[in-house]
């Protein structure tokens, strides 16, 4: 007799199913344990881990640099 194999829930990351864990490191491209430390972080959900995932990532960004004037731009004709 064969076990029924349940669908995932789509909304929740469960990270004891290995095959889970290991598509949701791929979609959204970090380590196992990168994935596991914001999961406790913020829970499970999806919509969580992604909107915890995209805060860090812009905090880490560096801040654009300031445009310089439009005559800086191009030296003088000669």
Same mark, same amino acid.
């Given at each position: 007799m064969q076990r029924i194999k349940h669908p995932p829930i789509r909304n929740k990351?469960?990270?004891t199913d290995p095959d889970?864990?290991?598509a949701w490191t791929r979609r959204l491209s970090l380590s196992a344990d990168a994935l596991k430390a914001v999961v406790g972080k913020v829970g499970n959900s999806v919509a969580a %881990?992604?909107?915890e995932l995209e805060l860090q990532r812009i905090s880490h960004q560096p801040s654009p640099e300031p445009i310089p004037p439009a005559e800086a731009e191009l030296p &003088? &004709? %000669?």
């Open positions: 990351i469960d990270l889970q864990a290991r %881990v992604t909107k &003088p &004709p %000669v």
